[in-house]
């Protein structure tokens, strides 16, 4: 009796495997990049030491000329203000500005309204902003009623936080 040749059936065996065992690296690949991308954002979006800088920098504003700006962003056809220069219009003191934020190790402020993104103003905005802007700004949860403002910070450090500032007379 002659023995059959069972060298093909071995070949389909170790193909079925190795796409087996592809299709498992992939999907480990996909779900490990959605973690690490969670776990980039949770240690650089909100932080304590961010929110507490971004509300001394709120803080200074607040104190300040919150209402000019916010009647001058009403007003406005811009979709933000960007504050990063420390205009004399809503600074008192330009170089005190200046001090802050570099004391505080700010790079960019930007006040906008809490329905920036939900009017996909991002794509017109994005080259102006930073796409790593965008993202954060995409990434706020959207207020529920009322028109609110905010300030959005940017650090020197790679972190970002937002805080409220205003909405339809109740300050936070």
């Known amino acids: 009796m002659k023995k059959k040749n069972i060298n093909g059936f071995m070949l389909t065996e170790?193909?079925?495997?190795?796409?087996?065992?592809c299709s498992v690296l992939i999907l480990l690949f996909?779900?490990?990049?959605?973690?690490?991308?969670?776990?980039?954002?949770?240690?650089?979006?909100?932080?304590?030491?961010?929110?507490y800088l971004t509300?001394?920098?709120?803080?200074?504003?607040s104190n300040n000329y919150l209402e000019l700006l916010i009647k001058d962003y009403v007003e406005s056809p811009d979709a933000y203000f960007d504050l990063t220069n420390c205009d004399l219009k809503y600074f008192?003191?330009?170089d005190y500005c200046i001090n802050l934020k570099e004391k505080l190790g700010i790079s960019r402020v930007i006040f906008l309204s809490?329905?920036?993104?939900?009017?996909?103003?991002?794509?017109?905005?994005s080259?102006?902003?930073g796409q790593d802007l965008i993202d954060f700004?995409?990434?706020?949860?959207?207020?529920?009623?009322g028109k609110r403002y905010r300030i959005v910070v940017s650090f020197k450090d790679g972190t970002y936080a937002t805080l409220k500032l205003r909405g339809d007379n109740l300050y936070d």
């Open 30 to 51: 996909t779900l490990l990049q959605r973690v690490e991308s969670n776990f980039k954002k949770t240690f650089s979006y909100n932080t304590a030491s961010s929110l």
């Open 92 to 94: 008192s003191s330009e």
């Open 55 to 61: 509300k001394e920098f709120k803080d200074y504003i």
């Open 137 to 145: 700004i995409d990434y706020v949860n959207e207020d529920e009623g």
């Open 127 to 129: 080259s102006r902003l």
């Open 14 to 21: 170790t193909l079925i495997v190795a796409v087996f065992v």
């Open 114 to 125: 809490s329905d920036f993104y939900r009017e996909k103003y991002t794509d017109i905005y």
